[in-house]
């Protein structure tokens, strides 16, 4: 985290996302409705061209050649835990923790976490990016959502 922006791990994770998301609406692991919304600068001009069908599979094929299945990789891991979350919280689970949130968006974009308290734990500034970015896309930020700012280094 440096200067107000998101971490690189956490943009490359998010465009992961993004593409998951757009790529194969039909057999989508999941659906990340706010993982463009959270992008910035060139991660999110190439998931904006990622729309486009010939131009993203060759983006999703040149980040298989650089990072072999990193995001696939990134993509299994995110269902992974979805589900793990799913089966907590439906198990009777009233709360959830998110160390190093980054722009995770699971407290937004997962029903199950909308009745329960969920801490993102995180770098101030981390959290000053990412409450920005959803303000300025749902307009207001879920009331549920606890930003606790904590620099885990």
């Not at 061209?49 to 599979?57: M, Q, S, T, V």
């Not at 980054?102 to 959290?127: K, M, N, W, Y």
């Amino acid at each position: 985290m440096q200067d107000g922006k998101a971490s690189q791990t956490a943009q490359y994770i998010t465009f992961s996302r993004a593409l998951e998301t757009q790529e194969r609406p039909a057999r989508r692991f999941f659906d990340d409705p706010y993982a463009f919304a959270l992008l910035s600068g060139s991660y999110r001009i190439f998931a904006r061209l990622a729309r486009l069908p010939i131009i993203g599979k060759l983006i999703c094929d040149i980040l298989d050649l650089g990072w072999s299945y990193s995001g696939s990789s990134a993509v299994v891991r995110t269902r992974a835990i979805d589900d793990l979350m799913y089966n907590t919280i439906r198990g009777g689970a009233h709360h959830l923790v998110l160390l190093g949130a980054g722009l995770d968006s699971r407290g937004c974009r997962l029903d199950e976490t909308g009745v329960i308290e969920v801490f993102e734990v995180d770098h101030p500034a981390a959290q000053d990016v990412k409450k920005e970015r959803l303000h300025a896309c749902m307009g207001k930020l879920p009331t549920n959502i606890r930003y606790v700012a904590v620099d885990l280094e």
